[in-house]
Each structure stands twice: as C-alpha cells, then as structure tokens.
C-alpha cells in the first residue's frame, strides 16, 4: 500500500507542480492524479526517481512506497 497523502505532502513541500512530476516521471498527469488517488501503482522505477526528485532517505521513501512490505516483515 501507497502512502499518498505522504507523498502528496512531499511534493507540496517542494513547491513541486504536479505536471512537473509527472513530466520527469514521464508519464502523463492523468496517470500520476490515479497513482496519487490509488487507482493504480507507483512502479519501482517511479518511485525511485520520485524519491530522488524529492530528496527523500530510504526510511521515507520505504515508508511512503512500501509500507506494506515493511508490516509484512515485521
């Protein structure tokens, strides 16, 4: 499960559009308001360079993109 509301509040602290993120994600803004909206996921790769774009440590970014994953382990 995606931590939207984390990673909307991310972007927001950024001053990011979300054209802007969409655009260096390359992909389209329909499909990042679904990912943020959980209609569909984030891929490995777009959370990455969506991690990196924010300057999120690997603590934010696991918890932001792969909290589930995290529960599950524990």
Same mark, same amino acid.
């Given at each position: 499960m995606t931590n939207t509301? #984390? +990673?909307r509040a991310y972007i927001e602290s950024q001053g990011l559009k $979300?054209?802007?993120v969409a655009r260096v994600l390359g992909i389209s803004s329909s499909a990042l308001h679904q990912k943020l909206n959980d209609e569909s996921d984030f891929k490995v790769s777009e959370a990455d360079r969506l991690s990196a774009m924010l300057g999120l440590t690997?603590? #934010?970014r696991?918890?932001?993109f792969f909290l589930? $994953? +995290?529960h599950i382990s524990e």
């Open positions: 509301t #984390q +990673i $979300l054209g802007h690997m603590e #934010q696991d918890a932001c589930s $994953l +995290i």
